[in-house]
């Protein structure tokens, strides 16, 4: 299965500060991709690395990708109240299948 | 900005009714998925659609579980006779040609099965 596992689950931090989350995976894949959910709402794209790139910017969002330690990374610089959500990193593989990991919960403190 | 439309938001059932979920899709998009979310838990894939046909499906999409696209527009997931575990949000994704080289899910809102 290429189910990703985020790390941590969950992650408070103060408004300003930076917010590393990390996904790790365990096959191999086409392309990683990071989602965000509010509570009770849908999934919304954020940003998408492929399998041969190592870094991307998307406004505050930076992801990073390490095929060889089927890892991920994703930072959100200067955090702010209306970050707080619940975060996912899914895949894509062979099959062009997106699969999610469990997601990491996400609490910016003002 | 075009978006993916679910109906209804929440729809509350008793055990043994057959439910269905509604998905409007983005009108030039030609996957379409559904996943779900049993509360707290994990987004998982329960089947993929394409060129009116089933293009694959995950062991908890079993024989109780159906889609269609009855319209062009309409996109719907059909279970047959809900059971207590079927409660969960149910989430309507769709792709389009540019999509399947970026990878990119439209997701909607979600559709929210309670089972009573």
């Known amino acids: 299965s290429q189910q990703g596992e985020e790390d941590p689950q969950a992650l408070s931090i103060q408004e300003g500060e930076n917010a590393t989350m990390n996904c790790s995976y365990k096959?191999?894949?086409?392309?990683l991709q990071w989602y965000r959910q509010n509570s009770g709402r849908g999934l919304v794209h954020l940003i998408l690395?492929?399998?041969?790139?190592r870094e991307k910017h998307s406004g505050r969002l930076r992801v990073t990708l390490d095929t060889s330690k089927k890892s991920s990374s994703l930072l959100i610089t200067a955090s702010r109240a209306a970050d707080t959500a619940s975060y996912f990193c899914?895949?894509?593989?062979?099959?062009?299948?997106?699969?999610f990991g469990k997601g990491i919960t996400l609490s910016v403190r003002p | 900005e075009p978006e993916v439309t679910q109906t209804p938001s929440h729809q509350v059932t008793q055990m043994g009714q057959e439910v269905i979920l509604r998905c409007v899709p983005i009108?030039?998009?030609?996957?379409f998925y559904w996943y779900r979310q049993i509360l707290g838990q994990k987004v998982e894939f329960l089947v993929s659609?394409?060129?009116?046909?089933?293009?694959?499906k995950s062991e908890i999409f079993d024989d109780q579980f159906s889609v269609e696209r009855p319209d062009g527009s309409n996109f719907t997931l059909k279970i047959r006779s809900t059971k207590l575990e079927d409660s969960a949000m149910y989430f309507c994704?769709?792709?389009?040609?540019?999509?399947?080289?970026?990878?990119?899910?439209?997701f909607g809102e979600g559709s929210r099965l309670t089972v009573l």
């Open positions: 994704a769709s792709r389009g040609l540019a999509g399947f080289n970026t990878g990119e899910l439209f």
């Open positions: 096959t191999s894949i086409n392309n």
């Open positions: 690395i492929r399998s041969n790139e």
């Open positions: 899914a895949m894509t593989g062979a099959n062009s299948k997106l699969t």
């Open positions: 009108s030039n998009h030609l996957y």
């Open positions: 659609f394409y060129n009116n046909e089933i293009s694959e």
